[in-house]
């Protein structure tokens, strides 16, 4: 086994609570800007269609479900919507066509709301995340952007090559490691994934790391056999350490719309995912498919991705989000 060393900073904490507050203030403008495509494809024509209207009629209720469904939604989710509009009509509760977008707004912050125990790393040590998806989705990317983010909280990280299919899956969460200055697990190409994630474990508590983030393989969900594999890593970090994995994250590309959405049933059906991370949120008008999981998986979405950078990954907030989106 091989470990890459690194050497850990100590963080200055002067002023970090105002530092927070202005990074999650940039962070907002950020997504807004970078949420402008789905911001087009939904919500500007949901607006140009209640535009000089005086009442919601059947007319109007089938263009908003075209505009929903188109706006990735999907069927269902986009049904319980208008269920809901069409009940708080019929309560007169809505009447005027310009407050059904704060009516809709409402309604999605909710079903981005799903319930879900805490998100606390500090509540084992180490706290073992392991990180799922098919290829392509940006995976080690978001993994190299945790990393950033949890060593800058101060914990200590390690990354670990469980994707052992891939000469290059190795080399890039390598090269992630020497990035971000943190210690990375890895065997040599073609190694026993299970085995590369046992000997991590106990590398992890010899060294004293509060958080593990495992990288793993993610050829075509479609095969059963990487199923499998996942399962067995899953079993093996279980046997080191009975309250692990403490998070199993399954990473979504947004960008491919109901793709996405059919990879997190399947996923969720074989292996006991607790979370999602959404990637790719920029540059996509797919951004709708987030309250379409959301609403059929009941998975809380843990992270959104927004762009390339190591600050474009951010904890989810579905009140900041439908802000920014709205
Ligand atoms: N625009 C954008 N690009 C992203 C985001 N997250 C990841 N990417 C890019 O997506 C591409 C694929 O990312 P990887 O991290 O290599 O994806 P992966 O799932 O590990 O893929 P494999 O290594 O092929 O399994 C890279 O070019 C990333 O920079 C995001 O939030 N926005």
């Not at 807004?32 to 919601?56: W, Y």
């Not at 978001?142 to 200590?156: D, N, P, R, V």
């Not at 095969?223 to 990473?251: G, T, W, Y």
Request: hydrophobic letters at 40%; zero cysteines; proline letters at 3%.
């Amino acid at each position: 086994m091989e470990v890459e060393e690194a050497v850990f900073g100590v963080d200055d904490e002067t002023g970090a609570g105002e530092e927070a507050a202005s990074g999650k203030r940039r962070f907002f403008s950020r997504l807004r800007d970078r949420l402008h495509k789905t911001r087009e494809q939904f919500i500007n024509r949901m607006d140009r269609l209640v535009l000089g209207r005086k009442k919601i009629d059947m007319d109007l209720l089938d263009e908003l479900e075209e505009v929903l469904i188109t706006s990735d939604l999907g069927v269902r989710t986009t049904q319980l919507l208008l269920e809901k509009v069409a009940d708080k009509i019929k309560r007169q509760e809505l009447k005027d066509p310009q407050k059904l977008r704060d009516q809709l707004r409402e309604e999605i912050t909710r079903i981005l709301s799903v319930e879900s125990s805490a998100w606390d790393p500090r509540s084992a040590r180490p706290f073992v995340i392991m990180i799922i998806g098919v290829n392509g989705v940006g995976k080690t990317t978001t993994i190299g952007k945790l990393a950033h983010q949890f060593k800058s909280e101060g914990l200590k990280v390690m990354l670990v090559a469980a994707d052992t299919f891939r000469a290059a899956a190795v080399e890039q969460l390598s090269l992630w490691g020497e990035r971000v200055n943190v210690p990375v697990v890895k065997q040599k190409s073609g190694s026993d994934p299970s085995a590369v994630a046992f000997d991590a474990m106990d590398a992890a508590v010899s060294r004293g790391m509060d958080i593990v983030l495992l990288d793993t393989a993610g050829r075509m969900h479609t095969k059963v056999n990487l199923m499998e594999e996942l399962k067995k890593v899953q079993r093996v970090v279980n046997r080191k350490d009975p309250s692990a994995p403490h998070e199993i994250l399954l990473v979504l590309d947004a960008s491919t719309g109901q793709n996405a959405l059919s990879q997190a049933r399947l996923f969720k059906e074989e292996i006991g995912v607790t979370g999602l991370i959404l990637t790719k949120l920029d540059g996509t008008a797919k951004g709708g498919i987030i309250v379409a999981i959301s609403d059929e998986l009941q998975l809380p979405v843990r992270y959104i991705g927004i762009g390339e950078s190591l600050d474009d990954l951010r904890p989810f907030d579905p009140e900041e989000f439908t802000r920014a989106l709205f």
